[in-house]
């Protein structure tokens, strides 16, 4: 099952980003797809709905095909 979250917005990232977590390990979207996040989530980083996700998308210009293609950690 994929989670989402919303990292606290900052100068860079006035909307936050966008953090997925499968299997326990953590993906922030970047412009060339999902990123690996190593260690623990962002702290500050709060919970968001599917729906959320996409809202956010849309909002930023992304592609929502792109919530579809969260990695799944190798050895799983």
């Known amino acids: 099952m994929t989670r989402y979250l919303r990292t606290e ?3 860079a990232f006035p909307h936050g980003r966008l953090i997925a977590t499968r ?3 953590s993906y922030v979207l970047a412009p060339d797809g ?3 996040l190593p260690g623990p989530r962002p702290r500050h980083a709060t919970s968001v ?3 959320e996700a996409e809202d956010w998308c849309e ?3 992304w ?3 792109l919530l579809d293609e969260v990695p799944t950690p190798s050895g799983r």
């Open 49 to 51: 709905s599917r729906e």
């Open 63 to 65: 592609d929502l095909n």
């Open 9 to 11: 917005q900052t100068m």
């Open 34 to 36: 999902w990123d690996h």
């Open 23 to 25: 299997d326990g390990a």
């Open 59 to 61: 909002s930023e210009g």
